[in-house]
Nanobody
Framework: QVQLVESGGGLVQAGGSLRLSCAAS????????MGWFRQAPGKERSFVAA????????YHADSVKGRFTISRDNAKNTVYLQVNSLKPEDTAVYYC??????????????????WGQGTQVTVSS
């Protein structure tokens, strides 16, 4: 089992950047595929990005491709989401999640059994 705690959210102007972090505790962080999701007000939670266990493979949703980058540091048990060129429509609670998947990068919520509590990102225009 793994416990996840996000940080790094905040209020930023359009065009700005943030670095979101997700610290994991528990066993064998490097055994998990990690993902980021977000939930905007009044909308369902949606996939943002995922990274494989070694960090050598990533996948980003089309809506954030070229602006957001997922990475991980297994020595620090942490996964990151660098968010650049922020837009007001990026306003959401951002969640990190952990998956047991070993052969592909999951993009749906039900493939991730472990979730953090979320961190709020608010982008002003």
């Amino acid at each position: 089992q793994v416990q996840l705690v996000e940080s790094g959210g905040g209020l930023v102007q359009a065009g700005g950047s943030l670095r979101l972090s997700c610290a994991a505790s528990g066993r064998s962080f490097s055994n998990y595929v990690m993902g980021w999701f977000r939930q905007a007000p009044g909308k369902e939670r949606s996939f943002v990005a995922a990274i494989n266990r070694s960090g050598r493979a990533t996948y980003h949703a089309d809506s954030v491709k070229g602006r957001f980058t997922i990475s991980r540091d297994n020595a620090k048990n942490t996964v990151y989401l660098q968010v650049n060129s922020l837009k007001p429509e990026d306003t959401a609670v951002y969640y990190c999640a952990a998956s047991y998947s070993s052969s592909y990068l999951p993009t749906t919520e039900n493939e991730y059994p472990y979730w953090g509590q979320g961190t709020q990102v608010t982008v002003s225009s």
